[in-house]
């Protein structure tokens, strides 16, 4: 017999919702993430990398505007015109890219198991991907691994073929985990609001 907690927990893993959030993704070396996940094991984070901090200063001060801008939309607004300036400047003394420049607004599909979303390119099933996410509206940051499970041609769009990509999260934090079981929840919350505002 299945035991109750832990078909809760399956349940709230599977929970997907269809949303808009800022996202990048890029293949990794199988070697990369063997010592990836080797240090995983031994207790150390994959946020320990080299150059995560900067995003997640970056993601830090949006979520905390975000909160801000909920509480005072004047102040908020102030801030946001701060903080675009304050990386306007940065970007022209450093002149180097960050992941974060990187992140654009993608059409995910998430739960707290995995990802799909809308590639440009072929993606071989069983490729390692490493996957930058900035939940919307909140900026909630989760950095993951994945497994791609399958990767669809879908219909060309103005002569292009894009691909449907699903992926299965092979390296995850728990706090990153139940980040994407809240929010999906949220969001569902939300659109069931929505939905019985209008009816």
Same mark, same amino acid.
Not at 41 to 47: D, K, R
């Given at each position: 017999m299945l035991d109750n907690n832990s078909d809760v927990y399956e349940r709230r893993q599977a929970?997907?919702?269809?949303g808009r959030n800022l996202?990048?993704?890029?293949?990794?070396?199988?070697?990369?993430?063997?010592?990836?996940f080797k240090d995983f094991?031994?207790?150390?984070?994959?946020?320990s990398q080299e150059g995560l901090s900067e995003i997640e200063t970056f993601i830090g001060a949006q979520s905390a505007l975000a909160r801000i801008r909920a509480r005072d939309a004047d102040l908020g607004d102030f801030l946001a015109h701060l903080d675009a300036k304050v990386n306007l400047i940065l970007k022209n003394v450093t002149s180097?890219?960050?992941?974060?420049? $990187? @992140?654009?607004? /993608?059409?995910?599909?998430?739960?707290?198991?995995?990802i799909s979303f809308i590639s440009d390119y072929k993606i071989e099933p069983g490729e390692i991907l490493e996957f930058h996410i900035a939940l919307l509206p909140t900026y909630t940051?989760?950095?993951?691994?994945?497994?791609?499970?399958?990767?669809?041609?879908?219909?060309?769009?103005?002569?292009?073929?894009?691909?449907r990509v699903a992926a299965e999260f092979v390296l995850i934090m728990e706090d990153d985990q139940e $980040? @994407?079981?809240? /929010?999906?929840?949220?969001?569902?919350?939300l659109a069931l609001r929505n939905r019985r505002g209008r009816g």
């Open positions: 929970v997907r919702v269809m996202f990048y993704f890029q293949p990794v070396s199988r070697e990369k993430f063997a010592a990836l094991e031994a207790g150390v984070p994959p946020y180097s890219k960050n992941f974060f420049d $990187k @992140l654009t607004l /993608h059409d995910l599909n998430l739960s707290g198991r995995g940051y989760v950095y993951c691994f994945g497994k791609v499970v399958s990767c669809k041609a879908q219909p060309e769009n103005e002569g292009k073929t894009s691909y $980040k @994407l079981i809240r /929010h999906n929840f949220k969001q569902q919350s």
